[in-house]
């Protein structure tokens, strides 16, 4: 396999895996270098965070990053085959076709500059990567506090808001003040009824 152009030297070790691999022909070798591409890819991936829920996302939302996604796409595929299906062979062309495109999805990795960006495509990938990098549930958390500072707005700087606001003040004063400690003497009440009870009909044992 001709190389065009190195892969940066911080993953030169495991490159220098792959193609010893590669130089034994034998198909035990070909799965360990299929497995290690993944790994390198992954880390070229990382290296450069990309915005996206995973890897999948990351690179959906820069297919135009690579030259010949669908070379990727292939490679990733039977690398998903390779640990998934018991017994899965790849032969050597099949081996050196999926480390071609994991290699060339490494060096358009490497390409990618980010200090070329235009302040918007900056500001964007800002917003992306912090955004996707909260868990579910904080997010949740946030668009409820946001939804809530908004309502808040609206109830204080609006005469209808105002309105509204006071009414529901009114409404929790009177749950609060009126419906609580009503609740509060009926439960006393029938504690007091259950306790009575089992007292008169354990009197006499």
């Given at each position: 396999m001709t190389e065009e152009k190195p892969i940066q030297s911080h993953y030169a070790l495991l490159w220098a895996k792959v193609k010893n691999e590669l130089s034994?022909?034998?198909?035990?070798?070909?799965?360990v270098a299929v497995l290690e591409m993944e790994k390198i890819f992954k880390k070229a991936l990382a290296d450069k965070n990309l915005p996206g829920k995973n890897i999948e996302d990351q690179i959906k939302n820069y297919a135009g990053l690579f030259q010949d996604s669908d070379?990727?796409?292939?490679?990733?595929?039977?690398?998903?085959?390779?640990?998934?299906?018991?017994?899965?062979?790849?032969?050597?062309?099949?081996?050196?076709?999926?480390?071609?495109?994991?290699?060339?999805?490494?060096?358009?990795?490497?390409?990618?500059?980010?200090?070329?960006?235009?302040?918007?495509?900056?500001?964007?990938?800002?917003?992306?990567?912090?955004?996707?990098?909260?868990?579910?549930?904080?997010?949740?958390?946030?668009?409820?506090?946001?939804?809530?500072?908004?309502?808040?707005?609206?109830?204080?700087?609006?005469?209808?808001?105002?309105s509204i606001s006071a009414s529901l003040i009114n409404a929790n004063n009177y749950f609060f003040y009126k419906i609580i400690p009503a609740l509060l003497i009926l439960a006393a009440l029938i504690v007091i009824v259950i306790g009575a009870l089992y007292a008169y009909q354990n009197k006499d044992k």
């Amino acid at each position: 396999m001709t190389e065009e152009k190195p892969i940066q030297s911080h993953y030169a070790l495991l490159w220098a895996k792959v193609k010893n691999e590669l130089s034994k022909r034998e198909m035990s070798a070909n799965k360990v270098a299929v497995l290690e591409m993944e790994k390198i890819f992954k880390k070229a991936l990382a290296d450069k965070n990309l915005p996206g829920k995973n890897i999948e996302d990351q690179i959906k939302n820069y297919a135009g990053l690579f030259q010949d996604s669908d070379k990727l796409k292939y490679a990733r595929a039977m690398h998903r085959k390779l640990i998934n299906k018991s017994g899965f062979d790849i032969s050597e062309e099949d081996t050196k076709e999926i480390v071609k495109g994991y290699r060339e999805a490494i060096l358009d990795l490497e390409k990618l500059d980010f200090s070329t960006f235009s302040l918007k495509e900056k500001t964007g990938l800002f917003l992306k990567r912090n955004f996707y990098s909260f868990p579910q549930k904080t997010k949740k958390i946030l668009l409820t506090i946001m939804a809530l500072s908004i309502l808040t707005f609206i109830l204080s700087e609006t005469e209808s808001g105002r309105s509204i606001s006071a009414s529901l003040i009114n409404a929790n004063n009177y749950f609060f003040y009126k419906i609580i400690p009503a609740l509060l003497i009926l439960a006393a009440l029938i504690v007091i009824v259950i306790g009575a009870l089992y007292a008169y009909q354990n009197k006499d044992k």
